[in-house]
Structure formats: C-alpha cells, structure tokens
C-alpha cells in the first residue's frame, strides 16, 4: 500500500513535469504539443465535462490553423457531433475534407467515406465515392488501427453487396481478413458467417465459424455474440450447452439486440439453460418488442394467457431490476425469422434464426 502510494506520487509528478512541458510548447505555437494536449483534455478523465471539451476544441483549432492532420480531423468531429461547439456540418466537411486531402490523414479519409455512405454534412450519397474514400483509408499507413479496420470492414461490406463496386463475395471475404487483423469485430463475425455459409470460396466450417463469432462476441459485437449463442445452441462447432447459449444470448440482449432479447424470453418461457421463469419471459418479450420485434408479440400473447391480468400488466417499467440499457436496437442485414404468425399449438424451444451478418444502417 505505501508503495503504491509512493508510485502514484512519482507518476503525478512525472504526468505534471510532461503537462507543463506540453503547455510551453504548446504556448511557443508547436502544432504536435498543441494536439497533444487537445488529446489530453478528452481521454484521461473517466467523465469528460463540457469545458474539457471546449478547452481541447481551441487546442485543436490552434493546431488545425498550422496544418495538422490529426488535429483538423478531430476538429471535424467536434463539429459533426457538436463536441464543445455547435454542430456546424459544413465546418465538418471543410475540415474533414483539409485533414484528408491536404494531409493525407487516413481516419479523415474514412470519415469522408461515411458522410457519402449517409449523404449527410452536405455531400449527396454516392457509394462510388464512399467506396474510394474507404479505399484510400484502407491502404493508408497513417490511419489508427481502429479507423483503418473500420475501412476494411466497410470495403468489404461495399463489395458484399455491390455498392459503389460491382459484388464480389472473394473481394469482400479479403477485405473481410485485413480488417479482422486490425481487431475489427464487425469483420470477425463476417468471417464467421463466410466460413458457416460457404461464402467468398471457402468451404463451410463450423469450427472455425465457431472461432471467429467467439472473437467477435469477446470483442463486444452483438452480432457476433448473437451466433455465437445460436452455435452453442445448436451445438454447431461446438458440444451444445444451453447455459453459455443464454450467457451470450443475455450479453447481446445487454447489447440492445432485439433478437438476443426475444431469444432470452423464450429459453426463460422452455427452462433452457436457466429456471423457468414465465415473469423474467414477460420482461424480456416486452422489451423486445418495444426494440420494435415483432415476433415477440406472438410469444407474449401465448404467456399472457398463462398469467392472471394483473401480473400480464407488466411493462419494461418493471424491468429496472435488470441491468440493461433501454435502448432501440439496431437491425442486422439479412437476418430472417422463418416463424410463421398465428398462436403456436406449442411454444417452439426458439424462434426460428438465421445468421446474423454486423453491417446494414449501422455506422460502419
């Protein structure tokens, strides 16, 4: 304990010898100094203020005026997501467009991708040039890990469904590796969807599709967590386990998949995996169909008429035991319930799935 405190001391001292040092530069008109410390009033708090953001907004602006890439990136972003200043998309779209074209900065370069993926700050939508923005960021050295991955994913997905390119499953599949080289989570669950389809050339192995949802679900993916809960499941690529199958399909439910949610009522509803449970069925069907399921409708609609009215009354109001966030999931490209409408003459142990892919109108 006394060392410790004796370490933090010296690091506090040694972090307050590197502030002043960066701060007179920073005063003496040093671009870098002055990015630097625009970083630092954003990254080394647990919760950033307002004023925290306005003081890095002027840092940043100091070094984009001198001509730093970086800085005139994050300066974009500032305006785009109104970050210490008010949202100025045309503001954005000049500093995007300074950062990548003059500079070359490759976040930027992807960031110019997205506004003409969208159409918004100002430019049309046009995949032709999204898809060579992302080219651009994809093959460019001065990208950080996460944007250049981001990029690749994108590609990939560009020329999954022939947007702004003409369709190509082994194009998208080479992209689809770069990416998940870079950790991109999006692209581990395309791999695993490729290997489990037979996409792109590959033959089909649930093993290694095993292997790539796992790394997805670990990285936070809902996606990826979502087949990965269906594999153990089924036991496709793996022995099947009903436990670690709600384990996952609860962390993607947290995620604000609507499916995972609607999956978990039913495995509650069947006693898989957990205890029975109709009331913790009813919550988790509610909640999915607020996230706008709707299939789930058909599941309550049977529980409720095992419940007696006042209990069949509960709403996601009821649900705050549960720590999860309470947010509208987003959809998943090609995912297709095969259930058909009308009450079930049983209720089926799980709805009926299909692989769930990580890119449709989410931000890539």
């Given at each position: 304990?006394?060392?410790?405190?004796?370490?933090?001391?010296?690091?506090?001292?040694?972090?307050?010898v590197v502030s002043s040092t960066l701060k007179k530069q920073a005063l003496q008109g040093n671009a870098q100094a002055q990015?630097?410390?625009?970083?630092?009033?954003?990254?080394?708090?647990?919760?950033?203020?307002?004023?925290?953001?306005?003081?890095?907004?002027?840092?940043?602006?100091?070094?984009?005026?001198?001509?730093?890439?970086?800085?005139q990136h994050e300066l974009a972003l500032a305006y785009q997501h109104g970050l210490g200043t008010p949202h100025n998309p045309v503001r954005a779209l000049q500093w995007f467009t300074e950062s990548a074209t003059t500079h070359d900065y490759g976040d930027a370069q992807y960031q110019l991708g997205t506004l003409y993926y969208y159409g918004i700050c100002g430019v049309p939508q046009d995949y032709a040039m999204t898809y060579q923005w992302f080219l651009k960021a994809s093959n460019n050295l001065n990208s950080t890990s996460s944007s250049l991955g981001a990029a690749q994913n994108s590609l990939g997905f560009l020329y999954q469904r022939g947007w702004g390119v003409e369709q190509d499953y082994h194009q998208a599949l080479q992209w689809f590796i770069k990416a998940a080289s870079n950790n991109n989570s999006n692209a581990q669950n395309q791999l695993g969807v490729y290997h489990k389809k037979g996409l792109g050339g590959l033959q089909r192995d649930h093993r290694l599709a095993f292997e790539w949802y796992s790394k997805s679900a670990k990285n936070g993916n809902s996606s990826g967590q979502c087949n990965l809960a269906w594999m153990y499941y089924d036991g496709n690529g793996t022995k099947q386990d009903y436990v670690k199958s709600i384990?996952?399909?609860?962390?993607?439910?947290?995620?604000?998949?609507?499916?995972?949610?609607?999956?978990?009522g039913v495995m509650y509803?069947?006693?898989?995996?957990?205890?029975?449970?109709?009331?913790?069925?009813?919550?988790?069907?509610t909640l999915a169909i607020e996230n706008g399921n709707q299939h789930a409708q058909e599941y309550k609609d049977y529980l409720s008429g095992l419940l007696d009215n006042e209990k069949v009354e509960t709403s996601a109001a009821d649900f705050n035991n549960i720590t999860m966030t309470h947010k509208k999931s987003m959809s998943m490209d090609n995912t297709i319930h095969l259930y058909t409408n009308g009450a079930p003459s049983r209720i089926p142990?799980?709805?009926?799935?299909?692989?769930?892919?990580?890119?449709?109108t989410r931000q890539f």
């Open positions: 304990m006394i060392k410790s405190f004796f370490l933090k001391k010296a690091f506090d001292k040694k972090e307050d990015y630097a410390l625009g970083k630092k009033c954003i990254t080394v708090k647990d919760e950033i203020s307002d004023y925290d953001r306005s003081i890095a907004l002027d840092w940043f602006q100091k070094a984009a005026e001198s001509g730093h890439g970086a800085a384990k996952w399909f609860l962390m993607a439910a947290d995620n604000h998949s609507h499916d995972a949610q609607l999956q978990v509803l069947n006693g898989l995996g957990v205890k029975p449970d109709n009331m913790m069925a009813l919550n988790y069907l142990k799980h709805h009926s799935h299909h692989v769930y892919t990580s890119n449709k």
